[in-house]
């Protein structure tokens, strides 16, 4: 069955700090893979996406991703964060024209 | 860029009462899907739509639901008498039809409160 693990549920970081979070994949084929952001009462804003090429993508806000096969895995990452990058991120994996399957999402909180 | 535009953004309703939630998709795009999240966990997937016909559903999208797409830009999501649990955000995306530039692009969503 297709299943996307976020091990952490909450993270915190200091303002200016790198960030990583965390995403495994357990999927037939190698999927579309995505990385979402919501503010709490918002809706979804793509942060990156990946489906081939280049294992390393560059999103909007700074934010970059590497997908490693061998691993089944597509860790967001951001060298220095920002208050404003206080919100939940949701990795998600699927294939072309068909559902997503989401994460149960990482809440990152900023420590200023 | 080209948004998904859901109508409206926040809706009360009396249980047992009909809801209709609508949505723009971005023009060019042939899928449709509803998604729903329920306070404080995950999104989950509701149902898929391509070519006018529900391409795949959940266990969660059960005889309540029905989706429509009643002209060339809209896409409906209608729950026929709302349960308490039916609460939650609900979220309508398209996708873009080249798989080389697939972009999956998700609405602001409708916040629905049954009472």
């Known amino acids: 069955a297709q299943s996307v693990t976020q091990p952490d549920i909450h993270i915190t970081v200091s303002e200016g700090a790198s960030l990583e979070l965390r995403c495994n994949y357990s999927y037939g084929a190698t999927p579309y893979l995505f990385w979402y952001v919501q503010s709490p009462g918002q809706g979804l804003q793509l942060l990156l996406k990946?489906?081939?090429?280049?294992?390393l993508v560059q999103g909007i806000k700074g934010f970059e991703a590497e997908f490693k096969r061998s691993q089944s895995s597509f860790n967001l990452r951001k060298p220095s964060v920002h208050w404003s990058d206080a919100a939940e991120y949701f990795c998600?994996?699927?294939?072309?024209?068909?559902?997503?399957?989401f994460g149960a999402g990482t809440i990152l909180r900023v420590k200023s | 860029e080209p948004e998904v535009t859901q109508t409206p953004s926040h809706q009360v309703t009396q249980m047992g009462q009909e809801v209709i939630l609508r949505c723009v998709p971005i023009?060019?795009?042939?899928?449709f899907y509803w998604y729903r999240q329920i306070l404080g966990q995950k999104v989950e997937f509701l149902v898929s739509f391509y070519n006018n016909e529900i391409s795949e559903k959940s266990e969660i999208f059960d005889d309540q639901f029905s989706v429509e797409r009643p002209d060339g830009s809209n896409f409906t999501l209608k729950i026929r008498s709302t349960k308490l649990e039916d609460s939650a955000m609900y979220f309508c995306?398209?996708?873009?039809?080249?798989?080389?530039?697939?972009?999956?692009?998700f609405g602001s969503g409708t916040r629905l409160t049954v009472v």
């Open positions: 023009s060019n795009h042939l899928y």
């Open positions: 998600a994996v699927g294939e072309y024209g068909n559902k997503l399957v």
């Open positions: 995306a398209s996708s873009h039809p080249s798989a080389t530039n697939y972009g999956y692009t």
């Open positions: 990946y489906f081939s090429g280049d294992t």
